[in-house]
């Protein structure tokens, strides 16, 4: 397995460059008037007829002129295709009259030229529109193809709610030409092949375009020393389907913000306590352990630049990385991407939640000298696969103890890895602390999902004790496991946030376990929910027992969101990845995306904040949220879990957060 913590946000910073997309440069480009446009239109073959209109001179001339190849494989030129140049508002509806208008070559070329006092622009589109579907593209540079990736790229801006007319042009142009590096076949029709840039690629604008949807922001409300913690779920392959993992990775760590001008943080990496654990076999009865811990004191600390926009994002982006430990006939490539975190509005306070993936190749040893030090791009082994949830909190200057009286809503995952069994559980129930750190959690109800040994599944929920306890807490809000101990934890700086992230484990014993606690600062009355949006940060994992086993990881792409029409119900719009191994542990992993549009939920809110969510689906069952939401409601914090049609047993558990950017 690959680390998680090298893909994550604390190693990007070998391979990171500072964000343009926030800077205060404007959003007009370099063109003058009468200067002119051109490009390119392609579709998939399926839909280039209902798009084209090809004349009888066009149709003889394609005989002799050939068609110039695509990037994408299977698109096709638009021949013959009404160009038409428009503005357009933030949710993609044309804005006055058309501004210029031409028509495509038989090769899909077009030429337009831009009218007196029409420069480049976010909200400045060219578009073909045909009986049944259109494509469009931001005229953010000369040279401006159309087609299914510029569509695809406008249609994640417009999800964003980003302000088109302010965007950096520079940036629009190196996201579409990020896009185009993938390697992509066009599906039959456009909607096909919109959900082939879903599937593959989806995840990956939505960060992209999180970061550069806004202008700079001022830094210097954010900076300062930060604690960093992060839980991450991942599944690995074979390619011949001879083995496969299942794995968990955790650390805290520590970072100091720096005000680099509005909009620019200087991020610096200070230190790392990391765990992480595979659990691998050809099936989960006959799997066996790898537990590792990683100490990082302080000695590779680095300073990089990360952005922070007035959507209250705060992102880093990080380039193509390559990974060869040496030792290891294996290696591993990494696509580009950018860690995006949503700020809890007004607070030292990000959460986010990263979609990662890598391929795994053999390596050479290619000058002979015992060392594996280049990796052969035609020997691919596998794909690894991560979900990793992912929280900074701004440290306390001098916490006291009774900053943190009174009552706190908590929700709980844990994992325990054994050689041939996975167990997986969830608590919600809520904890109150007296003065000196002393707390009282309450009894409650864990939930427990078990695959053993012989393979089978069991489902079921435990009751759990009230329990007192103690907590050793630092003046920067670090929480140990006592005078001597190391970090579990800490207290964000108002103490609205606590989290503590733990685990154990032993090779020789063939045992992992990882338990991840989140605690919200609760209010006195019911908080109020009603009119406001949230972005859904959801990471889960799904078991079944029997002959197969089967294994599933669910979590939120970043623009999907939970809208409040008012404190009993509401609409969730985004998009979901799902990545599975139908035939236990060492089947290979199958990607898909599901979209969701205004799909209606409940939501039962307590005094106290605590909240139940239940999301209904077309077989009959059920996603369930259960948490709390803090005092004002600007963020929450939930178990998630999944009961298929008649069902009172989980068959998927996992955590979410909810941050509200109603005023975003």
Not at 329 to 346: I, N
């Amino acid at each position: 397995m690959h680390n998680v913590k090298k893909l994550a946000l604390a190693s990007a910073i070998a391979s990171v460059f500072a964000v343009t997309g926030c800077s205060n440069s404007g959003s007009s480009g370099d063109s003058a008037s009468g200067e002119t446009v051109s490009g390119k239109a392609s579709a998939p073959s399926g839909t280039v007829a209902k798009l084209n209109q090809p004349g009888a001179l066009e149709i003889a001339f394609s005989f002799i002129v050939p068609e110039a190849a695509a990037a994408i494989t299977g698109l096709e030129p638009i021949k013959g295709a009404d160009v038409e140049l428009i503005r357009v508002d933030d949710d993609g509806n044309q804005v006055g009259d058309v501004l210029a208008k031409t028509s495509t070559s038989i090769t899909g070329d077009y030429t337009l030229t831009l009218p007196t006092g029409v420069s480049l622009a976010g909200n400045l589109i060219v578009r073909i529109t045909g009986a049944n579907h259109q494509l469009r593209a931001q005229v953010v540079e000369k040279n401006v193809d159309i087609s299914p990736v510029s569509e695809f790229v406008l249609r994640k801006f417009i999800e964003s709610g980003a302000d088109l007319d302010q965007l950096v042009v520079t940036d629009v142009v190196k996201l579409n030409g990020k896009v185009e590096e993938f390697d992509l076949t066009a599906g039959a029709n456009l909607e096909q092949m919109f959900d082939v840039l879903e599937q593959e690629v989806g995840a990956f604008v939505e960060t992209e375009v999180a970061s550069v949807s806004a202008n700079g922001a001022d830094v210097s409300s954010i900076v300062g020393d930060y604690n960093n913690a992060a839980f991450a779920f991942a599944l690995h392959d074979n390619d011949d389907g001879s083995n496969g993992t299942f794995a968990h990775d955790m650390w805290l760590g520590d970072f100091t913000f720096a005000n680099g001008g509005t909009g620019t943080v200087n991020m610096t990496y200070l230190s790392e306590d990391s765990a992480w654990a595979n659990l691998s076999g050809t099936a989960i009865e006959n799997s066996s352990i790898d537990y590792n811990t990683e100490l990082d004191d302080g000695n590779s600390q680095e300073t990089f630049d990360g952005s922070f926009n007035t959507l209250g994002i705060l992102a880093v982006q990080g380039e193509f990385e390559e990974d060869i430990e040496g030792d290891e006939p294996y290696g591993w490539r990494f696509p580009a991407m950018t860690y995006v975190f949503q700020q809890v509005a007004d607070t030292g306070l990000f959460f986010g939640l990263t979609h990662e993936a890598g391929v795994r190749y053999g390596t050479i040893d290619s000058d002979n000298d015992g060392t594996y030090d280049a990796i052969d791009p035609d020997d691919k082994h596998g794909d690894e696969v991560f979900r990793t949830l992912e929280v900074f909190a701004r440290k306390p200057a001098n916490l006291s103890d009774t900053a943190m009286t009174g009552d706190y809503g908590r929700v709980y995952f844990g994992s325990r890895l054994s050689s041939g069994s996975i167990e997986l559980f969830s608590a919600n129930n809520t904890v109150t602390f007296s003065t000196g750190f002393n707390g009282t959690v309450s009894a409650g109800t864990e939930r427990e999902i078990i695959v053993n040994s012989s393979g089978a599944a069991s489902y079921g929920d435990q009751p759990t004790p009230s329990e007192s306890f103690t907590l050793t807490v630092a003046a920067d809000g670090t929480i140990t496991d006592g005078p001597e101990g190391g970090a579990i934890g800490f207290v964000s700086e108002d103490a609205g946030y606590v989290d503590f992230s733990e685990s154990a484990g032993d090779n020789t014993a063939g045992f992992a376990e990882f338990d991840k606690t989140m605690l919200v600062k609760l209010g006195d009355s019911t908080p109020t929910v009603s009119g406001k949006k949230y972005r859904l940060l959801m990471a889960s994992a799904h078991l079944e027992g029997g002959a197969t086993s089967s294994i599933a990881l669910f979590a939120s792409q970043f623009n999907t969101f939970l809208t409040m029409d008012s404190n009993s119900a509401g609409k969730v719009s985004g998009n979901f990845s799902e990545i599975r191994k139908e035939q236990g542990l060492g089947d290979n992993i199958e990607a898909t995306v599901h979209q969701e549009s205004d799909l209606a939920f409940n939501i039962e809110i307590d005094s106290n904040g605590g909240t139940t969510i239940s999301v209904p689906d077309t077989d009959g069952g059920a996603t369930k949220f259960e948490g709390f939401f803090n005092a004002d409601a600007s963020f929450g914090v939930f178990t998630t879990g999944y009961l298929e049609k008649d069902a009172v047993d989980y068959n998927e558990l996992g955590l979410a957060v909810l941050v509200d950017v109603t005023q975003k």
